[in-house]
């Protein structure tokens, strides 16, 4: 591992500070360069999807021009949460490195612990209400999917 792209998200970080943003910076990273950057941008950009994760990785397929990031790592200024470690892995990112653990996080007031709990339970379970309706018509994009010839892999 080389610290110097750790060290550049924890930079991120602070800087996101001082724009109005959360305490949160990441990196992406391909070769040995820095392809993506972010850093957390929640409240200036009111997306609740703008973690530096998320936003790093937006960068990078960007400028790679692939929704896949294989060879890529992921640095972090603090561990992942669950919908960004889900982009992570959707992005096909092979290793993420992090600094500060979420429970460093969680005493600084970003507690994301009962995400991993609800999570982890069954969806009928979970406080969430998750209603299935129209099963038979959700199908019909799949079909069309499936029968496209010239299908992006997912």
Not at 9 to 19: D, F, K, N, W, Y
Not at 60 to 67: K, Q, S, T
Not at 91 to 116: C, L, P, V
Not at 139 to 147: D, G, I, K
Request: glycine share 8%.
């Amino acid at each position: 591992m080389d610290t110097k792209f750790l060290s550049r998200a924890i930079e991120l970080a602070r800087e996101s500070i001082s724009s109005g943003g959360g305490p949160f910076g990441a990196v992406v990273v391909r070769q040995g360069k820095i392809v993506g950057e972010g850093t957390n941008r929640v409240v200036p950009g009111s997306d609740p999807t703008a973690h530096a994760e998320i936003v790093a990785i937006r960068n990078a397929a960007a400028a790679l021009g692939d929704h896949r990031l294989s060879g890529c790592e992921l640095y972090a200024s603090c561990e992942p949460c669950p919908m960004c470690l889900g982009a992570i892995h959707w992005a096909r990112i092979e290793r993420a490195w992090f600094a500060a653990s979420r429970e460093d996080a969680a005493r600084a007031g970003f507690d994301d612990e009962h995400f991993y709990r609800e999570l982890a339970l069954p969806a009928n379970e979970r406080k969430l209400s998750m209603v299935r309706a129209l099963a038979e018509e959700g199908l019909s994009p799949f079909e069309l999917w499936r029968a496209k010839d010239d299908r992006a892999p997912y």
